[in-house]
């Protein structure tokens, strides 16, 4: 992937990304990130969790030198609470108690990441982190900020626009349904789930040292089971990370696939996998799914 | 080539528009896909792609698209890799780069847009031509008329590396296989209607600043501030599900399972109970779709006040006699109760109920399904069928303060 990329687009920055020397990137995210800074279109990321997906903004933010804004989403966010906060409380204790003069209606109005990320002086990443844990209309409220990038304070008639137009990156788990619309307005990438290779060397992050023969065992164990079809939770990297902790811990040498696998409920957390597990360990199962 | 791909895309239902179209021609007019196959692969799919489910639909259509184009020593054919260095040129004259942040079909006028239909439709017409002529030319059946004909080179070749090669590889991989989810695709919908069924109250702790009440209050007390606190909201809707699994609505488990995902995934409701039944309601009612574990309705209607929302699901189509069969009425109690009269019981004992009926409604008309209607108000199990029932469920229930 060689090529100069000609940009009329008054670009400000490199559009380049090749990862950072600790995020590992490939051909795939590669354009995804660049289709994102050049067309300036948000980056949706989605893929299971454990997959590094909060990682990339960081990365990003690295390799392009810029400084990152983090916006974690939760159930009770709402899209008011990224752009301001107009404190009334503070206000109205000061009209009492403080001797701050709260005529400045504006002392009162904080921004959230959004608007600070509009306001920067420089371009920021800013990071939607887990968008679909709020409520279902969440991300269509935020549509026009994003496509815009301005808002306007309603307290005072301000309006806050983006000088240094921030590259938006938003992670999403697998599990919830995004809107229609707001799908359109993202460039779209989903993070793989680790290859055996990748995922080996995930592990050995977590555990230095590790048996290599053991762990290879492990790897074949874990990666049959998640080829199950019928899981409802196929296990993660934390899982995986989590059973050989337990294996080490037994000093197990040697693990492979039988129905009395120990600490199966590290790897698989509902009764219906456990029983689906046992199905196919006993050898009364459809065949995995070998990926 | 451009537009014959986004057709096979539609032709896999992923849903392709103008929109996408325009977001990747401006991509490819930024020189994106740095004119390699590789490089379209890649910004094809982040562009016009916004759903795990549809990327094995994009590896497919991309293999048919491009697979079997033939590698002269590593090489794209010349055709192919013209046509990746001319789409610079060809999408350049629309520079969308100035105000590329909304949806493009926003900014173009009628003109422009008809414009872009009708190349869209000029492109197509050429591709059916070359249909027409008897070579099927992209593909490998070996009298393609870019004269890469040769039967031993068909297929990736893997020997040397050159462009394209990764990208018919990865999407020769089928990577993405378990990630179609046909049912995934409309369970949203379902939720918005679910969501009309909101209802909240306040209880609890004492924890949230009442800000209006705290105004007031102040304002009362000469400006001294008078703190105001009140319980926060809570969801505050019981929802009782009955689902038919009988074996007439076999035809619909695909839109069950996507109501029974949107009734599960909905964190509005307090109490959300579901039950299964087979064909009719007789007495009881099953907690699995295995008919295991029953319970009695008298014992449900004891347990779940009148404000429960009771909705059923079911295609209400079923042999006359069944409607006007008997049964027990409690364990107790060896009363005779027909399965119309269940259903009144049922409806009289529930302020608000609903069924919902996965039959079209021109169906309805002279069978069993017409008189359980009279029984119980029941509506269409569409998207519009499902709003409508979920306004009248919640239609006089007004949260308590």
Same mark, same amino acid.
């Given at each position: ?176 349904? $995004? ?63 989590? /059973? ?29 996998? $456990? ?17 | ?81 013209? /046509? ?187 109490? $959300? ?82 069924? $919902? ?6 169906? /309805? ?37």
């Amino acid at each position: 992937m060689t090529g100069s990329v000609t940009s009329d687009a008054g670009f400000e920055g490199s559009e380049e990304f090749r990862g950072t020397g600790s995020y590992l990137t490939n051909p795939s995210l590669e354009a995804a990130v660049r289709c994102a800074l050049v067309l300036k279109k948000p980056l949706l990321v989605r893929g299971e969790p454990g997959t590094g997906k909060t990682l990339l903004a960081e990365a990003i933010a690295e390799a392009e030198g810029l400084d990152l804004i983090t916006w974690n989403v939760k159930s009770t966010t709402r899209a008011q609470d990224g752009l301001y906060h107009y404190d009334t409380v503070q206000r109205l204790y000061d009209s009492r108690f403080g001797d701050r003069n709260v005529s400045d209606i504006r002392d009162y109005i904080h921004m959230g990441p959004v608007g600070r990320a509009f306001q920067s002086n420089e371009r920021v990443v800013l990071l939607i982190d887990e968008v679909d844990k709020a409520d279902i209309e969440f991300p269509n409220d935020l549509l026009h900020e994003l496509d815009r990038m301005r808002f306007t304070v309603a307290e005072t008639g301000d309006v806050v626009a983006a000088e240094h137009r921030p590259i938006v990156v938003i992670t999403s788990n697998a599990e919830k349904e $995004l809107p229609d619309a707001f799908l359109r307005r993202c460039i779209f990438h989903f993070i793989d789930f680790p290859d055996r290779e990748l995922m080996r060397r995930i592990v050995e992050v977590h555990h230095r040292g590790l048996d290599d023969r053991l762990l290879d065992q492990a790897l074949e164990v874990f990666y049959r089971i998640r080829g199950l079809e019928r899981l409802r939770k196929k296990p993660s990297t934390s899982e995986l990370v989590d /059973w050989i902790s337990m294996l080490l811990a037994r000093r197990e040498t040697t693990v492979e696939l039988s129905p009395e696998l120990a600490d199966l409920g590290t790897l698989l957390k509902k009764e219906q996998d $456990l029983e689906v597990f046992a199905d196919y360990a006993s050898g009364r199962s459809t065949r995995p799914r070998i990926r | 080539m451009f537009n014959s791909f986004l057709y096979r895309l539609r032709d896999l239902d992923v849903p392709v528009g103008v929109g996408e179209a325009l977001t990747l021609a401006s991509a490819l007019s930024h020189g994106l896909h740095e004119q390699t196959l590789d490089g379209f692969y890649y910004t094809a799919r982040a562009t016009l792609i916004h759903h795990e489910g549809h990327l094995d639909a994009f590896d497919q259509a991309f293999l048919a698209e491009f697979k079997g184009i033939e590698f002269d020593a590593g090489d794209l054919t010349e055709e192919l890799q013209k /046509w990746l260095d001319d789409a610079a040129d060809e999408f350049g004259e629309r520079d969308c780069a100035d105000d590329d942040s909304q949806d493009f079909t926003e900014f173009l006028n009628d003109e422009e847009l008809a414009e872009l239909r009708r190349k869209f439709e000029e492109r197509m017409a050429e591709q059916t031509e070359r249909h027409d002529g008897g070579n099927y030319w992209i593909g490998s059946q070996g009298t393609s008329q870019f004269g890469h004909s040769g039967k031993a080179k068909q297929g990736i070749s893997t020997k040397s590396s050159g462009g394209g090669r990764a990208a018919l590889h990865a999407a020769d991989a089928r990577h993405y296989r378990g990630y179609r989810s046909d049912v995934a695709l409309d369970i949203r919908q379902f939720e918005v209607a679910l969501r009309r069924l909101r209802a909240f109250v306040r209880e609890g702790a004492e924890d949230e600043l009442d800000i209006s009440a705290t105004i007031d209050a102040t304002a009362a007390n000469a400006g001294d501030i008078e703190i105001v606190v009140r319980p926060p909201s809570k969801p505050n809707t019981h929802v009782i599900l009955m689902i038919d699994v009988g074996g007439s609505m076999f035809p619909y488990s695909q839109l069950m399972s996507q109501l029974f995902s949107a009734t599960k995934k909905a964190t509005h409701f307090k109490d $959300l109970r579901t039950y299964y039944f087979h064909n009719m309601i007789y007495g009881k009612v099953y907690e699995t779709d295995r008919f295991s574990e029953p319970i009695w309705i008298h014992d449900l209607m004891r347990q779940c006040g009148s404000h429960y929302k009771l909705i059923i699901v079911g295609d209400a189509y079923m042999a006359p006699y069944e409607l006007w069969h008997s049964s027990a009425l409690s364990a107790s109690d060896d009363s005779r109760v027909t399965g119309i009269e269940w259903l009144q019981i049922l409806s009289h004992h529930f302020r608000q109920s609903a069924w $919902l009926n996965p039959e079209p409604q021109n169906r /309805w008309r002279g069978s069993t399904i017409e008189q359980i209607a009279e029984a119980i108000e029941m509506y269409p199990m569409t998207v519009d069928g499902l709003t409508e029932a979920m306004t009248k469920l919640n239609r006089g229930s007004t949260a308590r303060r």
